[in-house]
């Protein structure tokens, strides 16, 4: 028992932490950072297992982390509120014509990673971008001007 509550204490802190890193750091990993998040994981099983090497004890672990994700991912479904907490909500980076400085604050995203991201997506200048979102996986997506003939930017359904 003392293992489950382990894992699940270290499952709620590690989901602290990665929320608190941002959606757009998680998107783009550097090496550093991907080597970091596996070391991460080896620390943490050193943590929760302490001194059991026994593969009841691993597969204690592994089943209290699989219950966990599919026990959130089930409650993500039913509750809109779960889900903005857990996976996080679209926010808009750039609109009406110019960015949205509290959000690229809040995610540390400078306006020359929305550019890049834009020339990525085919798009040669923010002039022709009528709304960019910050999506929950970390990726941004863009909606153009001549797409958003008649939309509302604060419209939900577009967000």
Known sequence: MELVIR????????????????????????????ILLIVLGDLVQQAVTLEDHSLTGAGVIVSTLALLTIFTSWLSLRSGRFAHLFEGV?????????????????????????????????????????????????????????EAQGQDPNQKSVV
């Open 90 to 146: 679209p926010t808009p980076v750039w609109k009406d014509g110019g960015p949205v400085e509290r959000t690229l604050r809040m995610e540390r995203i400078r306006m020359e990673e929305v550019r890049a991201e834009a020339r990525k997506q085919g798009i040669a200048s923010m002039d022709e971008v009528w709304l960019a979102t910050l999506e929950e996986d970390g990726t941004i997506s863009f909606l153009k001007v001549d």
């Open 7 to 34: 894992t699940a204490v270290l499952f709620a802190f590690l989901w602290l932490v990665l929320r608190a890193m941002g959606k757009r750091e998680l998107a783009q990993l550097n090496p550093f950072e991907l």
